[in-house]
Every structure is written in structure tokens, then in C-alpha cells.
């Protein structure tokens, strides 16, 4: 088993749809969890950001962290054609490196 | 401007021959890394550094060499023992592991292409 497992999609969804990225872990160390945006031939830039449990919203984003079923998800309101890119969950515990997802291709049209 | 930069963004590597990508940082970061981004692969870590003149083995390590010789630097070598070494390879750097689970910041990335 995958120490980080995300479906690769590809998720399409109209314009002003709320969409639901997950991403599930095996290690029951980690504590940081993150969510990067990248675009195509870009480096990946960080979204969201928590640590431990719980939720953290950033405008339409929104984070949640499920340790006791090792489940996080990352939720996207009113999307937008802009919002079209592949996301990546990485996480970790500490004084180690992040571990990735594989990515989730995220096409939404206007 | 703050920031991780990588380069060449492009580069061509004949079969055989060793290539150095750069990647420099001027966020006063201690910890830098190297992964490789291949399609439906995600990204795979190759080495790290938590401080000048020390480095760990990621996942792939294999094929590939690194140094530190300045907190600001992390060259990055492929080898001519990398089997298949067209990739999009991926800089990133981050305040010490130590201090916690800390998100990393990324540099724009090299694409290698071996011709």
C-alpha cells in the first residue's frame, strides 16, 4: 500500500460546481498536511495548510483532515475556469521530508 | 523578489553525459530538495538537505548526485547511470525539518529531455 493515495482523475465539472478532492494516507505519524495547485509546466504553489485534525477555510477553499480514517480533503466552491489544474495533497511528520500524491487533473468549463 | 530559481527551464542531454540542473534559493532557508515529476507519477523525492554539507537519500536516488555547499545552493547531477532520466524535475525549499512538518515552496521546475 501507498504511503499517500489520490485518484488521478481526470475531474471535469461546470463552472460554479463545488468540488471534493481527497487524498488517503496509511502512516498514522503524520501531522502537517498540505494542498499545492499546479498548472501545466508550472512548480506546484501551496494552497492550504493544517496541521492535525480539523478544518481551515481560505476563501472558496476549503481544508479538512480526518486522522482517525486517515482521509483529507480539500473542497472548492463557486469553481472556476481558473481553477482548472492538477492539485496535489503532500504531508508529513516532523523532520521529514513531504510525501506527494500522485495529483488530481481538475478541468472546470465556463 | 524572494523565491526559488531553476535553471535551465529547458535542457537537452545526449545519451551518456552527465547534467547539472541549479537550483538557488535567497528565502534563508535550511532545508532544500529535488523531486522528480513524471505523468500520473506525482512528484518523487530524489535527495534532500536539511543544512550545508549534509544530504539524505529520497526514494529514487539512484543515478543522481547532489551537493551543498552553500545554504542557497542545490545542484543537482543526472548521471549517465539514470536509466530513464526525461523528467520534470522540481526544486523546493523550507525552514529546518526540525522545526516542524513545514510546507515547502517550489521553484518553476526543469524539464530534461534525453535526445
Known amino acids: 500500500q501507498k504511503e499517500v493515495e489520490q485518484d488521478p482523475g481526470p475531474l471535469s465539472v461546470p463552472e460554479g460546481a463545488i468540488v471534493s478532492l481527497n487524498c488517503t494516507y496509511s502512516n498514522s505519524a503524520f501531522q502537517y498536511f498540505m494542498w499545492y495547485r499546479q498548472y501545466s509546466r508550472k512548480g506546484p504553489e501551496l494552497l492550504m495548510y493544517?496541521?492535525?485534525?480539523g478544518n481551515k477555510e481560505d476563501g472558496r477553499f476549503t481544508a479538512q483532515v480526518d486522522k482517525s480514517s486517515k482521509y483529507i480533503s480539500l473542497f472548492i466552491r463557486d469553481s472556476q475556469p481558473s481553477d482548472s489544474a492538477t492539485y496535489l495533497c503532500?504531508?508529513?511528520?516532523?523532520?521529514?521530508?513531504?510525501?506527494f500524491g500522485k495529483g488530481t487533473t481538475l478541468s472546470v468549463s465556463s | 523578489d524572494g523565491g526559488i530559481t531553476q535553471s535551465p527551464k529547458y535542457l537537452f542531454r545526449k545519451e551518456g553525459q552527465n547534467v547539472t540542473l541549479s537550483c538557488e534559493q535567497n528565502l534563508n532557508h535550511d532545508a532544500m530538495y529535488w523531486y522528480r515529476q513524471d505523468p500520473g507519477q506525482g512528484l518523487r523525492l530524489i535527495y534532500y538537505s536539511q543544512i550545508v554539507n549534509d544530504f539524505q537519500k529520497g526514494d529514487i536516488a539512484e543515478g543522481y548526485s547532489v551537493s551543498r555547499e552553500k545554504k542557497e545552493s542545490f545542484p543537482l547531477t543526472v548521471t549517465s547511470a539514470q536509466k530513464n532520466p526525461t523528467a520534470f524535475y522540481l526544486c523546493?525549499?523550507?525552514?529546518?525539518?526540525?522545526?516542524?512538518?513545514?510546507?515547502?515552496?517550489f521553484g518553476q521546475g526543469t524539464r530534461l529531455t534525453v535526445v
Open positions: 503532500a504531508m508529513n511528520q516532523a523532520g521529514t521530508a513531504l510525501i
Open positions: 493544517t496541521y492535525s485534525s
Open positions: 523546493a525549499s523550507s525552514i529546518a525539518l526540525s522545526r516542524g512538518g513545514t510546507e515547502a515552496f
